[in-house]
């Protein structure tokens, strides 16, 4: 493993880039709101007698209808402006959180109501998200993507770790409808920054149908050996973990501690994103999937502490050690995918990423309630624990994994 640091007269900045600084000011913007509204939004279905299974049905809801419609959302954000896409969805998210809140506050919410709109608010967050995720490609010149993808989730982890401790703060003092508010505020600023960009708003007629852009991207994916066998690993990932983080982290925790630890909790993990952000910007292994896999592995650490601690501390320990962990992986991760994936091409194989890897999430959601009520909620936090990290080990013995290496312009020599 090689590891450099370029001088730091040399070292890329991709914020002196006006169309870069925009582009991070409206995903940091929308990721404060989104660490708010999952502690609000887990309350809210508490304090209308939600048990831990309609919990998991309303969390199901948003992701499945979040899957249902990222295909469509790759396939568009490679044929029309990403732009457009990204000003367009962060409007239209900002009413539909916004009629969310005020169904809370004006206590007429109902859980089949907070599902249906939660629903409408993943399927407007799944044809944001491929286009979003495509656009550093775009802003930032090669020579900067490596640093540019590290600043962005940098800062995207940084509104989110003040984002869940906001949450929990404010759900304690005024309530889930207030807080879930404050995420619609943060998709009007989205929308404003993402305005200000000056990026091509046209892109070159495409003679093909959806559907053969469809299969032109799922061929990207397939030639990469490397990239479907990750993006299975995900898969498996979010199937255990989905459940143990947004049903049984707000009981176990929440209410067994209490409900502004568990926000605390979720700002530890965002935390160790936070930190591991920064630890990527020095940190340059020349094989980085295999170095990455690693890391993924501490995941486990944060199950394992909600199963074996009734005390705060030891959570916190192991919900910023999952952060820090997750985080490394998922730099490595973007910077693989950045590099190897034409841009032509990027919107469409982020859409693959996404809808592989979350694909089981709302199956996870939706058993997880029954599951952890048959077999008890420590027991199935540890089986989440053997399987995330289990699986990540698994994943060094992959050669497509193990050989992938990170390009010489990005900073290793």
Same mark, same amino acid.
């Given at each position: 493993?090689?590891?450099?640091?370029?001088?730091?007269?040399?070292?890329?900045?991709?914020?002196?880039?006006?169309?870069?600084?925009?582009?991070?000011?409206?995903?940091?913007?929308?990721?404060?709101?989104?660490?708010?509204?999952?502690?609000?939004?887990?309350?809210? /279905?508490?304090?209308?007698?939600?048990?831990?299974?309609?919990?998991?049905?309303?969390?199901? /809801?948003?992701?499945?209808?979040?899957?249902?419609?990222?295909?469509?959302?790759?396939?568009?954000?490679?044929?029309?402006?990403?732009?457009?896409?990204?000003?367009?969805?962060?409007?239209? +998210?900002?009413? /539909?959180?916004?009629?969310?809140?005020?169904?809370?506050?004006?206590?007429?919410?109902?859980?089949?109501?907070?599902?249906?709109?939660?629903?409408?608010?993943?399927?407007?967050?799944?044809?944001?998200?491929?286009?979003?995720?495509?656009?550093?490609?775009?802003?930032?010149?090669?020579?900067?993507?490596?640093?540019?993808?590290?600043?962005?989730?940098?800062?995207?982890?940084?509104?989110?770790?003040?984002?869940?401790?906001?949450?929990?703060?404010?759900?304690?003092?005024?309530?889930?409808?207030?807080?879930?508010?404050?995420?619609?505020?943060?998709?009007?600023?989205?929308?404003?920054?993402?305005?200000?960009?000056?990026?091509?708003?046209?892109?070159?007629?495409?003679?093909?149908?959806?559907?053969?852009?469809?299969?032109?991207?799922?061929?990207?994916?397939?030639?990469?050996?490397?990239?479907?066998?990750?993006?299975?690993?995900?898969?498996?990932?979010?199937?255990?973990?989905?459940?143990?983080?947004?049903?049984?982290?707000?009981?176990?925790?929440?209410?067994?501690?209490?409900?502004?630890?568990?926000?605390?909790?979720?700002?530890?993990?965002?935390?160790?994103?936070?930190?591991?952000?920064?630890?990527?910007?020095?940190?340059?292994?020349?094989?980085?999937?295999?170095?990455?896999?690693?890391?993924?592995?501490?995941?486990?650490?944060?199950?394992?502490?909600?199963?074996?601690?009734?005390?705060?501390?030891?959570?916190?320990?192991?919900?910023?050690?999952?952060?820090?962990?997750?985080? /490394?992986?998922?730099?490595?991760?973007?910077?693989?995918?950045?590099?190897?994936?034409?841009?032509?091409?990027? +919107?469409?194989?982020?859409?693959?990423?996404?809808?592989?890897?979350?694909?089981?999430?709302?199956?996870?959601?939706?058993?997880?309630?029954?599951?952890?009520?048959?077999?008890?909620?420590?027991?199935?936090?540890?089986?989440?624990?053997?399987?995330?990290?289990?699986?990540?080990?698994? +994943?060094?013995?992959?050669?497509?994994?193990?050989?992938?290496?990170?390009?010489?312009?990005?900073?290793?020599?």
């Amino acid at each position: 493993m090689t590891v450099t640091a370029e001088p730091p007269a040399k070292r890329p900045a991709p914020l002196r880039h006006r169309n870069f600084r925009r582009l991070v000011t409206g995903t940091a913007s929308s990721s404060l709101g989104n660490a708010i509204t999952p502690v609000a939004l887990a309350f809210a /279905v508490l304090d209308l007698g939600g048990t831990a299974t309609q919990l998991g049905l309303v969390e199901a /809801v948003f992701a499945a209808c979040q899957v249902l419609t990222t295909l469509a959302g790759g396939v568009l954000g490679d044929r029309v402006s990403r732009k457009v896409m990204m000003e367009g969805t962060a409007a239209i +998210s900002a009413v /539909v959180i916004g009629a969310l809140a005020a169904t809370v506050i004006l206590d007429v919410a109902t859980i089949p109501s907070i599902a249906v709109m939660g629903g409408l608010a993943g399927i407007v967050a799944a044809l944001n998200q491929p286009s979003a995720m495509a656009m550093t490609k775009v802003v930032v010149p090669d020579e900067d993507l490596g640093a540019a993808v590290s600043v962005r989730s940098l800062l995207q982890t940084t509104a989110a770790t003040i984002g869940y401790a906001l949450g929990g703060v404010l759900v304690a003092a005024v309530g889930p409808g207030w807080a879930i508010t404050i995420d619609a505020v943060t998709f009007v600023i989205a929308a404003i920054a993402y305005s200000g960009m000056r990026v091509p708003h046209e892109r070159e007629p495409r003679k093909a149908s959806m559907l053969a852009d469809l299969g032109e991207g799922f061929r990207e994916v397939v030639r990469h050996s490397w990239l479907w066998f990750l993006i299975l690993q995900a898969l498996l990932y979010h199937l255990f973990w989905s459940g143990a983080h947004s049903v049984l982290g707000p009981i176990v925790v929440g209410e067994g501690i209490g409900r502004a630890s568990w926000g605390f909790a979720l700002a530890a993990l965002m935390a160790g994103f936070f930190v591991g952000g920064l630890f990527c910007l020095r940190f340059r292994p020349r094989r980085l999937l295999a170095v990455g896999v690693y890391f993924l592995a501490m995941t486990g650490l944060f199950p394992i502490s909600m199963a074996v601690s009734d005390t705060l501390w030891p959570i916190l320990l192991g919900a910023f050690l999952h952060g820090f962990g997750l985080q /490394v992986f998922d730099v490595f991760w973007q910077i693989a995918i950045q590099q190897e994936i034409p841009e032509e091409k990027l +919107s469409r194989v982020y859409s693959f990423d996404i809808v592989g890897s979350f694909v089981a999430r709302p199956v996870g959601l939706a058993l997880v309630g029954p599951v952890a009520v048959a077999v008890g909620f420590d027991t199935w936090l540890l089986v989440v624990a053997a399987v995330i990290s289990g699986s990540a080990l698994l +994943s060094i013995s992959f050669a497509g994994v193990r050989r992938l290496e990170r390009a010489p312009e990005q900073g290793v020599v």
